[in-house]
DNA sequence: AAGTGGTCTAGACCACAAA
DNA sequence: TTGTGGTCTAGACCACTTC
């Protein structure tokens, strides 16, 4: 069976291997076929698949042991809510065996404050667009978070509808800022004050995992800012850890 | 120039390209030299070199653009601790820019508790050495850190003097438990009780990040625990977060 | 010996960007 | 047009594990 080029075959055939791994293979046997026998399904060489597995283990999804197979990784399944990812709240949450829904907090233009400009490497004072969201996992408020986009960056005909109900990364998709290649997020504990008790229904002092991030573009030039807060309990990041380089 | 395979070419090439990255290039540049250039350089054939610089590229520490070159990613180099890096205290907090020193609290033996057990796929009730380490930043509580080993896993002539003194990585790798492969934490956010701060001469109540990790080994059998909680300020970990498959 | 992943190569061709 | 990375292949050989 040869595979269509829909974008590469690499990326095809990692496609296919990610769906045996989530459909019958994994269950029970938790073994894919050898690398020469998948190649062999799908119209590839053997390279293509190395390559396609190559990404998969760099991700922790799978595993290969010399001389007795490829296996799939029964550690990296039990994470619901990878922190390396970055993913659309509502997937997130669902993910994690919730119920989700968005509730707008708030919308506004204003200019950048000298720590979100130097964030954004802008100038302070630019105009920006703020919007905080509430998401509850089964009505319950899961994630506060608040979003900072340069307004330079948007088209002037830009839908600030498309802000207020959606994600914002499809947000920033359809309005000419192109994918969002990475973020990058620091770590920050946080106890909630009175104001943040009341709004995530929590007593007061409560400790929230907080994540700042910014988001980059392809060419490494900031997007926008991203303030996250993980009410405790509902969403349980986890991460895999290894040596590097 | 023809590299010795002391591991192998990929690796080795890794390493070097590693190294031009701090060394010359990368500090005007920014750029690294073509494919084809690097090939030459190290006597390898560009696939090699390329497979090389695709894990790089996967621990975001380069991206390369098509039709222009090969850049370093000068966002990933202001990342002063990774969190999917899994590294000595000593070394993370030296990274951090501080002078690191260890502080033993307190080794002892005993049963694991169904919580520990579970995470460590063994039985409640199981023998375990539990040690409890203070690492200072300047002289400034930084890591309290808190490791569990089944005894089980360690040999009969187990040196416990190296648990008191280095880090665990050192201690497991020269007692026969093997490489530590990878590791998986999981993320809270805690507040100290007057104990620990009291412990970690800050005020009551301060918001702490907590990492709960397991230690795996290459055959994805957990072999220890370690908590760890960072004292605010001093540690900033950095994650970058992408689009998983 | 058979089956598996690990390593590496040489080379072909494509796609993108800049001059 | 030139130089760069992107994709893919076929095939050789090695190293580990099990039988």
Not at 25 to 41: V, Y
Not at 62 to 74: D, S, Y
Not at 103 to 127: C, F, V, W
């Amino acid at each position: 069976m040869k595979i269509k080029t829909a974008s590469s075959r690499v990326s095809e055939t990692r496609r296919l291997i990610v769906h045996m791994i989530r459909e019958q293979w994994a269950k029970e046997e938790g073994r894919l076929p050898s690398e020469e026998r998948i190649a062999e399904m799908f119209g590839v060489s053997r390279s293509t698949v190395r390559a396609a597995l190559g990404e998969l283990e760099s991700s922790g999804f799978i595993h290969r042991k010399h001389g007795l197979g490829t296996f799939v990784n029964p550690i990296a399944s039990q994470i619901h809510a990878r922190l390396d990812a970055w993913i659309e709240f509502k997937k997130l949450i669902e993910q994690s065996g919730f119920e989700a829904d968005i509730q707008l907090l708030g919308l506004h233009k204003g200019p950048l404050s000298p720590d979100e400009a130097k964030k954004l490497g802008s100038s302070p004072g630019e105009p920006a667009v703020t919007v905080r969201k509430l998401f509850t996992a089964d009505g319950q408020p899961a994630i506060l978070c608040q979003d900072t986009i340069p307004l330079a960056l948007l088209p002037p005909d830009c839908n600030a509808a498309l802000l207020e109900t959606s994600d914002t990364f499809h947000f920033l998709a359809k309005n000419g800022l192109g994918p969002v290649s990475y973020g990058v997020a620091h770590l920050i504990a946080r106890c909630a004050d009175a104001a943040l008790a009341d709004l995530l229904r929590i007593p007061a002092g409560t400790p929230l995992l907080a994540l700042e991030n910014v988001g980059y573009a392809p060419s490494d030039s900031p997007l926008f800012l991203s303030s996250e807060l993980y009410c405790p309990g509902l969403i349980d990041f986890g991460i895999m850890r290894r040596h590097l380089y």
